[in-house]
């Protein structure tokens, strides 16, 4: 159908959705950025920003985003020359695949490569996990096996925003680095997520048709963030 071929290949709605919000701030503040992801996988922010950007992970397929720049490297172990080097750094959905030691060990990594702004998204909350619990068990009958980050979310409790906000000032205070001001923002309401994924998990060639048809509906589904499965914490910082 024409309708259909206007949809991107590959596209998820989900995941569209969880990176919006920074794709809007980094066209808005403009400009030439270096811009730096951790735990970006083999596309991270690319299909949605198209701006060349450097993306931190453990590996990476044959098979990238044209504009990442990929960097093998644990979120909790950067290296240092790498400092400061970049005006905006962001994870999305890394956070809660790392023990609890680990995740402010990630933070503060975070907050050395970067100069000014941060990004951190998260599931959080107990809906969030009761979503996740479902959607493992979902997946496991529709599939006849675990899908990996479903098994890894429930490895450790979910992040807790009041922890990720502690862990940024502790990690800020120790690298010198002064807040200008600290945001949080709801991301993609907790049964809109539900019913994404369990639209797009179905293996029901008509229900998975809703699923990618959810693309024309990309911007209304976005405004659907009250009692949400995701927290974004921003931060915009300068050093001392």
């Given at each position: 159908?024409?309708?259909?071929?206007?949809?991107?290949?590959?596209?998820?709605?989900?995941?569209?959705?969880?990176?919006?919000?920074?794709?809007?701030?980094?066209?808005?503040?403009?400009?030439?950025?270096?811009?730096?992801?951790?735990?970006?996988?083999?596309?991270g922010i690319g299909p949605f920003l198209e701006k060349k950007f450097y993306g931190f992970d453990l590996a990476f397929s044959s098979h990238q985003s044209e504009?990442?720049?990929?960097?093998?490297?644990?979120?909790?172990?950067?290296?240092?020359?790498?400092?400061?080097?970049?005006?905006?750094?962001?994870?999305?959905?890394?956070?809660?695949?790392?023990?609890?030691?680990?995740?402010?060990?990630?933070?503060?990594?975070?907050?050395?490569?970067?100069?000014?702004?941060?990004?951190?998204?998260?599931?959080?909350?107990?809906?969030?996990?009761?979503?996740?619990?479902?959607?493992?068990?979902?997946?496991?009958?529709?599939?006849?096996?675990?899908?990996?980050?479903?098994?890894?979310?429930?490895?450790?409790?979910?992040?807790?925003?009041?922890?990720?906000?502690?862990?940024?000032?502790?990690?800020?205070?120790?690298?010198?680095?002064?807040?200008?001001?600290?945001?949080?923002?709801?991301?993609?309401?907790?049964?809109?997520?539900?019913?994404?994924?369990?639209?797009?998990?179905?293996?029901?060639?008509?229900?998975?048709?809703?699923?990618?048809?959810?693309?024309?509906?990309?911007?209304?589904?976005?405004?659907?963030?009250?009692?949400?499965?995701r927290k974004i914490i921003f931060v915009q910082f300068k050093n001392e």
């Amino acid at each position: 159908m024409k309708f259909y071929s206007k949809i991107p290949d590959n596209f998820d709605i989900t995941v569209y959705l969880r990176y919006l919000p920074i794709v809007n701030f980094i066209n808005k503040i403009g400009g030439e950025k270096e811009i730096g992801e951790v735990g970006s996988g083999n596309y991270g922010i690319g299909p949605f920003l198209e701006k060349k950007f450097y993306g931190f992970d453990l590996a990476f397929s044959s098979h990238q985003s044209e504009y990442l720049i990929p960097i093998k490297a644990l979120a909790t172990e950067i290296p240092d020359k790498w400092q400061d080097g970049f005006d905006l750094v962001f994870s999305v959905d890394m956070l809660e695949h790392l023990s609890p030691v680990e995740r402010e060990k990630a933070i503060g990594q975070m907050i050395k490569i970067s100069r000014e702004y941060l990004f951190i998204a998260f599931p959080s909350g107990k809906n969030a996990s009761r979503v996740d619990c479902f959607l493992d068990h979902y997946y496991q009958r529709t599939h006849g096996q675990p899908l990996g980050f479903l098994k890894e979310h429930r490895r450790y409790p979910l992040p807790k925003e009041k922890e990720v906000k502690d862990a940024i000032g502790r990690q800020l205070y120790q690298q010198n680095k002064t807040p200008v001001q600290i945001k949080r923002y709801n991301n993609t309401n907790d049964f809109l997520y539900l019913f994404l994924l369990w639209l797009g998990f179905s293996e029901n060639k008509y229900l998975t048709r809703i699923f990618s048809f959810c693309y024309f509906f990309r911007k209304l589904l976005s405004k659907i963030n009250f009692s949400s499965y995701r927290k974004i914490i921003f931060v915009q910082f300068k050093n001392e």
